[in-house]
């Protein structure tokens, strides 16, 4: 069995037939998708999910809120209120994706910073693991974390820097989650080395649904389903089972995630 730890069924483009797609995932063995939220609408839509399929022959789905540092321009007090009330839910296992994005720059670097504490403080507070979006700001946000002092344990997402640079994660104790790019025949070197490097007890596989459909569905929408053409593009790097990724995977979210699935 699997766990895909990112996925966006929160996301418009499943609005008509999001539990038609758990159940596709289902059948090849998906036992648990952790549901991301971005803002305040996709963060209550992931936990009213996880509410409506509770208890239902679907794989266990889980939330996890937060503000994108996307939009961490629109985090103002209420925000910050709101999302603070939401994490206390059941099904919330944490705190994300929040993080940093110089790439984009969507949001002003100095939002996305003070966004990003805001998370780091509720994290910890809760005692919940961080799920973190960094791109080309990956020396930034580990000074965040190193500054803020107090230890948070997390994820990279969907990680697309350098094995020099995941090591840094690795080394805070952070887990490092591989999406579909791994499958993707060019521009995806680093990401290649980072997921046969990596020690297994510390990666995480995703789909990051919709988005970055492995192949051969690139361009098509990504769903959980597709998290079996990541793990064996990572098992066939890493010169292993697909089994062997699959269990240690599952293992490694049961732990970071503190969940439990049947
Ligand atoms: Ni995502």
Known sequence: MFV??????????????????????????????????Y?????????????????????????????HPHNAKEQGAEVARRIRQLANHPFVVAIGETGLDFHY???P????????????????ELGLPLVLHIRE?????????????????????CFTGTWDEAKKWLELGFY?????????????????EVAEKVPIDKLLIETDAPYLAPVPYRGK????????????????LKGVS?????DATTQNAIKLFRIEIP
């Not at 996925?7 to 991301?36: G, Q, S, T």
């Open 105 to 107: 720059g969507f949001s």
């Open 137 to 157: 700001a990956h020396s930034e946000a580990i000074n965040v974390i190193r500054n803020f002092g107090k230890t948070v344990i997390g994820v990279a997402h």
């Open 39 to 67: 803002d305040i609408p996709s963060s209550e839509m992931a936990v009213k999910q996880c509410n409506e399929v509770e208890g239902e022959n679907l794989p266990k789905l889980f939330a996890s809120i937060a503000i």
């Open 4 to 37: 895909d730890s990112h996925a966006h069924l929160n996301h418009p483009k499943f609005a008509y037939d999001w539990r038609k797609v758990l159940e596709k995932a289902k059948e090849v063995e998906i036992a648990a998708v952790i549901n991301i939220g």
């Open 109 to 124: 670097k100095e939002c996305q910073i003070r966004a990003f504490e805001e998370q780091l403080e509720l994290a910890y």
């Open 176 to 192: 490092i989650g591989i999406a579909g790019i791994v499958t993707f025949e060019s521009k995806a070197e680093n990401i290649k």
């Open 221 to 236: 929408r990504n769903e959980p389903a597709y998290l079996v053409r990541v793990a064996s593009a990572i098992a066939e």
């Open 242 to 246: 697909i089994t062997k990724i699959a």
